[in-house]
């Protein structure tokens, strides 16, 4: 399959997640909603990694690339813990469309600190999405 598959099916299933977890945080704390969630995904993850790596892929593993995962793992977790308590106050229609802001930001940043380049018809499309992040989430 293409990136460009993989990149459909993350959208997909991130849309998915979206109902899922406004239905599942209801009842619970946002925080025990995102502890669970977080081990889900752990065990798919190891699953899934186990399934199709070498066994010599962990002892090769570089103490700069363990760094930048770690960090992007607390990322990613602080992330969620922010969502979960955010869908618990708010509807998914006002969150998720907040929640996705991190798409410009996402450029931005690489814009910043990796030296990736847009172009100008690109840097466009990034107003309109915030624009219309900001209209969806404002109704």
Same mark, same amino acid.
């Given at each position: 399959?293409?990136? %460009?598959? &993989?990149?459909?099916?993350?959208?997909?299933? !991130?849309?998915?997640?979206?109902?899922?977890?406004?239905?599942?945080?209801?009842?619970?704390?946002?925080? %025990?909603?995102?502890?669970?969630?977080?081990?889900?995904? %752990?065990?798919?993850? &190891? =699953?899934?990694?186990? =399934?199709? $790596?070498?066994?010599?892929?962990?002892?090769?593993?570089?103490?700069?690339?363990?760094?930048?995962?770690?960090?992007? @793992?607390?990322?990613? @977790?602080?992330? &969620?813990? *922010?969502?979960?308590?955010?869908?618990? $106050?708010?509807?998914?229609?006002?969150? !998720?469309?907040?929640?996705?802001?991190?798409?410009?930001?996402?450029?931005?940043?690489?814009?910043?600190?990796? @030296?990736?380049?847009?172009?100008?018809?690109?840097?466009?499309?990034?107003?309109? $999405?915030? *624009?219309?992040? %900001?209209?969806?989430?404002?109704?």
């Amino acid at each position: 399959m293409s990136w %460009l598959t &993989w990149a459909l099916l993350s959208a997909f299933f !991130a849309a998915i997640t979206a109902i899922l977890a406004k239905v599942g945080v209801q009842e619970i704390s946002s925080n %025990l909603a995102t502890a669970i969630r977080t081990t889900v995904v %752990l065990v798919l993850a &190891w =699953a899934v990694a186990w =399934a199709t $790596m070498p066994s010599s892929a962990i002892s090769g593993i570089s103490r700069r690339a363990l760094l930048f995962l770690v960090l992007s @793992g607390l990322a990613t @977790g602080l992330s &969620w813990l *922010c969502y979960f308590r955010a869908l618990q $106050m708010a509807p998914v229609s006002k969150v !998720a469309p907040l929640d996705k802001l991190s798409l410009p930001l996402a450029i931005l940043l690489a814009t910043v600190f990796l @030296g990736e380049r847009s172009s100008s018809r690109e840097w466009a499309g990034i107003g309109l $999405m915030v *624009c219309g992040t %900001l209209v969806l989430a404002w109704k």
